[in-house]
Structure formats: C-alpha cells, structure tokens
T-cell receptor, first 111, second 116 residues
C-alpha cells in the first residue's frame, strides 16, 4: 500500500512569486486535506477536497487555492507569495471516516 | 470555539523513564474525535490513536497508553519505559462531530527528547 507522497521536498521562492505543491493520496483515499505548519507550531487546516470539489476551508486568503484530480491526487497553489508563507505544507488523505494519513510535507521558504 | 492545549512545550527524560504528555481540549460538540500524532524529524505526521467522545475506555498499545477523561476534557498520553526512538514532536488534535470537512484542530505540540 503506497502512502501519501508529496513533491517537491523543498522549495525556495521569492516574495511575489507563485508556487504549486503536489500530492498523491494514499491508495483508495478519495479525500485530501492540506495543512500549513509554521516552525514550532501545530498544523493549520487550509482546505479539503472531496470528489474534486472543495468542501471545507480554513482561515486562509483566496490566494491559496487547490485542485483535486480524478485519480484523487491534488495540488496546492499559492499566489503572490509572502514571507509569512514560509512553512511546512502537509498533505493528508483519508476515505470515509478513517483517520488522516499525512505525507512528509514540502518545506517552502520565501525570501 | 474549538481548541486544543498542550501546555508542555518540551520534555526531556532519560531512557527507560515513563513520561506523560498532557492534552486539554475545548469543544461544544457532543460528538467529537481526539487524536494523537507523532512527528519525527522527517516531518511526516504519524497517526497513533483516535478516540471518539462516547468511548472513555483507556487504551494500551505496547508501551503506549492513553487516558481519556471527559470530566476534565483531557486526553493524556503516556509512554512507558521510553526509548531514544520515541524522541519526536507529539501533537494532540480534535475533530468536531459537527464538522463534515474532517478538519483537525491541533495543539502546539510537545517536543519529547529521550536521552540515552
């Protein structure tokens, strides 16, 4: 059984740029969530996708957007990057009421 | 409002000591789920346990045990005979029953260092 995989592992961007992070959900999992984890903090919920539709969103501005594809893989897009966007971005997947299973994350640094 | 508080920021113990990680939560939902995750330096959050609000039975899994008490809104995690491999950041999390998004509310985390 393949777990949740994320790419890239690390990324360095400049303020104002745009970034796309990718996630392949665990086999059989049709629900994908994204979390932002700032250094020394707990993860914060960004949004969730189910059957290619966003069905929940945390307190993040519209420049954070996402997609889920028919194979349940997902993308997180962030436009107009700010220094405070520097964080570990975690993707998680589940099916039904199962617990979330997380990937290793993408560490984004904005300079 | 929903909130999870892990008052212990860092804990350091010597191998083979027992250690308890505290978690206190707030929610108005009558149905909810509580979780513990482990985050090693690699960054991945590893699922350890889930309890629902109707099941206050304590659970033991090997060296790990969990004490859920609704009366004090606590869900504490004990590691018995700690090992160096237990060193990690541990997160307690809450999912409200009224949430259909599966959104988890995480605490700030407790960094556990187990010294040889």
């Amino acid at each position: 059984e393949t777990g949740v995989t994320q790419s890239p592992t690390h990324l360095i961007k400049t303020r104002g740029q745009q970034v796309t992070l990718r996630c392949s959900s665990q086999s059989g999992h049709n629900t994908v969530s994204w979390y932002q984890q700032a250094l020394g903090q707990g993860p914060q919920f960004i949004f969730q996708y189910y059957r290619e539709e966003e069905n929940g969103r945390g307190n993040f501005p519209p420049r954070f957007s996402g997609l889920q594809f028919p194979n349940y893989s997902s993308e997180l897009n962030v436009n107009a990057l700010e220094l405070d966007d520097s964080a570990l971005y975690l993707c998680a997947s589940r099916v039904g009421n199962s617990p979330l299973h997380f990937g290793n994350g993408t560490r984004l640094t904005v300079t | 409002a929903q909130k999870v508080t892990q008052a212990q920021t860092e804990i350091s113990v010597v191998e083979k000591e027992d250690v308890t990680l505290d978690c206190v939560y707030e929610t108005r939902d009558t149905t909810y789920y509580l979780f513990w995750y482990k985050q090693p330096p690699s960054g991945e959050l590893v699922f350890l346990i889930r309890r629902n609000s109707f099941d206050e039975q304590n659970e033991i899994s090997g060296r790990y045990s969990w004490n859920f008490q609704k009366s004090t809104s606590s869900f504490n995690f004990t590691i018995t005979a700690s090992q160096v491999v237990d060193s990690a950041v541990y997160f307690c999390a809450l999912r409200g029953g009224s949430s259909n998004t599966g959104k988890l509310i995480f605490g700030q985390g407790t960094t556990l260092q187990v010294k040889p």
